[in-house]
């Protein structure tokens, strides 16, 4: 078995497993919001603290500032492609209106850059730390989430959402990066490195079993429910454009963007990556057609095991 084939399935399966628990009630439905706070307030951070406390690497490369600076860029892209997709495919008067379309965008602009990258990198690299730098990535595109994808559903630019981006990982990722070029890591004791390691390690599958656990959530809302033309257009579009042409287009911008080999092992995987599905989240508060979204986000993920597998096995090795 080949590892990108490996690493879809993995991460199929223990997305699995949170469909199944909300669907038996051990994950409560709506109860999944307390497991996005401990995602995102400990265990999240958890992770990031000892990635990038741990990875020397960075203070003799230019990753802490290539990294952010190519995920904005590459999410960016991928709003500009999927608005001009958008203008040119989604026709008739239930498709058109400003208001899917700019859902339509959010949806396939925005990659699942986190829960799912990766488990995919450190299946794909396992010798290799590549964690740091991923977070250090995923700074950019959290920057892109609450600007880009903020404004491109509400239709205009929102100053508000910018607050959004001084959350936990954010801080956390500008915390640890002030102890590690401080030299402050050096006198971390062994048992609060170890201690955050493991804490942070079981971000990866709590996070996997949480997106199992919303899409059902979502299945059981009804939020795929209406005129089954609409819906079968809507998402064959989406799936044309986020599982096919923003890899196609990310991965002719990698192969000739000058950058280290470790950024762009990175930026291959986000390339194979489905839709987020936090931006269901970010329509719900910001504005936006939300069946349109999840929709999206729900297809793109339950093909993305093929999508995955054949891009990364396109991949320069």
């Not at 406390?53 to 190519?70: H, R």
């Not at 799912?116 to 990198?121: E, G, R």
């Not at 059902?216 to 939020?223: A, P, R, T, V, Y």
């Not at 429910?225 to 079968?232: M, Y």
């Amino acid at each position: 078995m080949s590892p990108a084939i490996h690493a879809s399935l993995l991460v199929v399966v223990i997305s699995a497993a949170g469909f199944i628990a909300h669907r038996k009630e051990v994950i409560k439905q709506g109860h999944s919001s307390s497991l996005t706070n401990l995602l995102i307030k400990v265990l999240m951070p958890a992770l990031i603290f000892s990635s990038i406390t741990q990875n020397e690497s960075f203070l003799t490369s230019n990753l802490v500032f290539m990294a952010p600076i190519m995920g904005f860029a590459f999410v960016s892209i991928s709003f500009i492609v999927s608005y001009i997709f958008a203008k040119l495919f989604l026709r008739g008067k239930d498709l058109s209106d400003s208001e899917n379309i700019r859902s339509f965008v959010t949806a396939c602009g925005m990659q699942n850059y986190g829960f799912v990258a990766i488990p995919v990198i450190v299946t794909l690299f396992p010798n290799e730390n590549l964690i740091g730098p991923l977070l250090m990535h995923n700074v950019g595109v959290e920057i892109a989430m609450w600007t880009v994808a903020c404004s491109t559903l509400r239709g205009n630019f929102d100053r508000k959402s910018l607050g959004q981006i001084l959350n936990m990982p954010f801080i956390t990722v500008i915390f640890s990066l002030i102890v590690l070029f401080s030299g402050v890591y050096k006198y971390i004791p062994a048992f609060f490195a170890d201690a955050a390691k493991a804490v942070g390690q079981t971000a990866i599958p709590i996070g996997l079993i949480l997106v199992g656990a919303t899409l059902s959530e979502l299945i059981k809302e009804g939020l795929f429910e209406g005129k089954t033309s609409r819906v079968i257009k809507l998402l064959s579009l989406g799936l044309i454009n986020r599982q096919v042409l923003l890899p196609l287009i990310w991965f002719a911008l990698i192969a000739i963007i000058p950058m280290s080999a470790e950024l762009k092992k990175i930026m291959y995987v986000q390339a194979a990556m489905p839709a987020a599905f936090f931006t269901i989240v970010l329509a719900k508060h910001f504005g936006g057609n939300v069946r349109t979204v999840a929709g999206v986000s729900v297809a793109s993920f339950i093909l993305s095991p093929i999508s995955i597998s054949i891009w990364l096995s396109l991949a320069p090795s």
